[in-house]
């Protein structure tokens, strides 16, 4: 599902670049939000988010739609949210919210502080939200340019919707969080590696939507190409003919109806015991 950034009277007034941009992307969020909503009501969704969604509207949005978050928490961004993390991780000083781990040949320093009350808006408009922080640190070697062994050292934060412990820091930061940017490197694959996704290839907004889904039709059939010998086992079991047809009812099978799943899990069920004519008696 795509969800389009559009100019609108306010935004054309924006010079700022970068600020024009967040703006747009922020607003395309919850248009985007509101229709994963109502065609997937019950799906639970795990959102992996940069720090420009850092902000009390994005998470309220998550927190009433009972979606999974885990957004990235930049040192600038939410001064009076970092305050109270840093005193808070002061006062841990039995080591309870924090461990130590090694992944990927990182070695990993996880602290986190859980219930933080984070407050937005302003006058009668003001909200609170309990939010949970994580940091973690990490040492890893690399390889220079030269041969020699470099060492070197990150940090990260995030802001989860759900508290974190010793069981759950190393699921939701590692392998969550982190899988954002591999996310990312696709988009990049369309922008850098031969789809030339970057060029403006139509003046008519129509058109460029249009042009949107036929490169993401090209770019998943490129990929199965590259991937189909993971398809050989099964070509050879039920032979390439057999395995076209299958491939193309697939790709042409009427989408479900979204809105009539959605009546039928709401209306209510009933089970009836039916005696037939023909029952042995007891």
């Not at 850098?192 to 008519?204: L, V």
């Not at 042009?211 to 010998?229: F, G, K, T, V």
């Amino acid at each position: 599902m795509s969800e389009f950034l559009e100019n609108t009277e306010a935004l054309e007034r924006i010079e700022d670049d970068l600020k024009w941009k967040q703006d747009c992307e922020l607003k395309a969020f919850h248009r985007l939000a509101k229709r994963l909503k109502k065609e997937f009501p019950k799906l639970p969704l795990t959102l992996l988010l940069d720090g420009l969604y850092a902000n009390g509207p994005v998470m309220k949005v998550c927190l009433k739609n009972k979606w999974d978050f885990m957004i990235v928490l930049k040192d600038g961004s939410l001064a009076c949210v970092w305050q109270e993390v840093k005193g808070l991780m002061r006062l841990n000083t039995k080591g309870e919210h924090r461990c130590k781990k090694v992944w990927q040949s990182r070695r990993q320093i996880f602290r986190w502080v859980n219930g933080i009350e984070y407050e937005y808006g302003q006058g009668r408009g003001k909200k609170v939200l309990t939010i949970n922080v994580v940091i973690c640190n990490e040492i890893w070697k690399e390889t220079g340019k030269k041969g020699n062994i470099v060492e070197k050292t990150g940090r990260h934060a995030w802001i989860s919707s759900v508290p974190l412990n010793r069981k759950n820091v190393h699921e939701r930061c590692n392998l969550a969080a982190r899988k954002r940017w591999s996310h990312e490197n696709n988009i990049l694959k369309e922008k850098h590696q031969g789809y030339h996704y970057e060029h403006i290839f139509a003046y008519d907004f129509d058109a460029m939507r249009g042009y949107h889904y036929l490169m993401h039709i090209a770019r998943m059939l490129n990929e199965l190409m590259l991937h189909s010998i993971n398809l050989i086992e099964e070509i050879k079991a039920v032979g390439i003919q057999a395995f076209l047809r299958k491939f193309c009812e697939v790709m042409i099978h009427r989408e479900l109806d979204t809105k009539q799943l959605r009546l039928l899990s709401e209306s209510p069920g009933q089970l009836r015991l039916v005696q037939e004519e023909n029952w042995p008696a007891a």
